[in-house]
């Protein structure tokens, strides 16, 4: 089966970057889409960035401008840059995919198992 697998996340001051990971492995044909998803603390599970099959993105407001969202599809994997970090930006993160799978081809979501951030000075 598909499995995702995240790194990246951990401790960081105000105004700094971290650089999120998650790589996909198992059988796959493609991965039509990818998101990265956060739930912080007294907060809902909110989209954070997504990208889908054709390259086009989309931010939650608070991120546009300080976080990037790209993909390696050759290394079947999506990376969230965090710049400019702030407090209200500490959660944890999962990734999500919307994986095509082989031998039957069909599409399935699966998530990662999440990493925490954490902003702080």
């Known amino acids: 089966q598909v499995q995702l697998v995240e790194s990246g996340g951990g401790l960081v001051q105000p105004g700094g970057s971290l650089r999120l990971s998650c790589a996909a492995s198992?059988?796959?044909?493609?991965?039509?889409?990818w998101a990265w998803y956060r739930q912080g603390p007294g907060k809902q599970h909110d989209l954070v960035a997504l990208?889908?099959?054709?390259?086009?993105?989309k931010y939650v407001d608070s991120a546009k401008g300080r976080f990037t969202i790209s993909r390696d599809n050759g290394k079947n994997t999506v990376y969230l840059q965090m710049n400019s970090l702030r407090p209200e930006d500490t959660a944890v993160y999962y990734c999500?995919?919307?994986?095509?799978?082989?031998?039957?081809?069909?599409?399935?979501?699966?998530w990662g198992q999440g990493t925490q951030v954490t902003v702080s000075s």
């Open positions: 999500n995919a919307r994986v095509v799978t082989i031998p039957v081809a069909n599409e399935y979501e699966y």
């Open positions: 198992g059988s796959i044909f493609s991965i039509n889409a």
């Open positions: 990208i889908m099959a054709g390259g086009r993105t």
